[in-house]
């Protein structure tokens, strides 16, 4: 795979439109994707995610929400998979040519970028795509996210860590943007 063709910047920041539409839309798509996932975690509590689960989903569709949106701004041609699956897929979430990206919320707090070791080894990616949506104190979406591309071969190196819930793989963000000179 050549680096040199991947369609996006490593990092940047994203201009979007209509956050209160896309907050409108995490809101609906998120507690239906909890719901979905209730009947995953019957067989596979450990992605349980307790009380935060649907805090979760609403971060993971905005994500990706915010990733469509600047795609189609930006008329780079792609493909997706649907906000919500009947359960969960191992496969990317957006597809730019022979490129096939899992997209990632980040919490507006969080000093980290994090992916799932199981997941990582079971999902059939090239890249992440970390989303870090800006809010205001009242906890709107303000129209800007910062966001970062990563390899997904890169993650296997990243520093490991056994949280609450499953082992998942970590980068601090300033280590990040001091490899990627930001």
Not at 30 to 50: C, F, M, S, V
Not at 114 to 134: E, G, L, M
Not at 159 to 178: A, D, L, Q, R, W
Request: glycine fraction near 4%; aromatic fraction near 14%.
């Amino acid at each position: 795979m050549n680096e040199l063709f991947f369609p996006l910047k490593r990092h940047g920041i994203i201009i979007f439109n209509n956050p209160s539409e896309i907050k409108e839309k995490s809101c609906f798509y998120g507690q239906q994707r909890t719901k979905n996932n209730a009947k995953l975690h019957e067989i596979a509590p450990e992605y349980d995610r307790g009380r935060i689960a649907n805090n979760v989903d609403e971060l993971g569709v905005t994500a990706e929400l915010i990733a469509i949106e600047f795609l189609e701004q930006q008329k780079i041609p792609f493909t997706s998979l649907d906000i919500v699956e009947d359960r969960p897929i191992k496969t990317a979430d957006v597809f730019i040519e022979n490129f096939k990206i899992d997209v990632k919320g980040v919490r507006f707090d969080n000093e980290n970028l994090t992916v799932n070791c199981r997941a990582h080894f079971q999902k059939d990616v090239t890249h992440y795509w970390f989303i870090k949506p800006f809010k205001d104190n009242d906890g709107n979406l303000i129209g800007e996210a910062e966001y970062w591309i990563i390899p997904a071969e890169l993650v296997t190196y990243w520093n490991k860590e056994y949280g609450s819930f499953t082992p998942f793989f970590y980068k601090k963000i300033v280590e990040i943007n001091k490899l990627y000179e930001i």
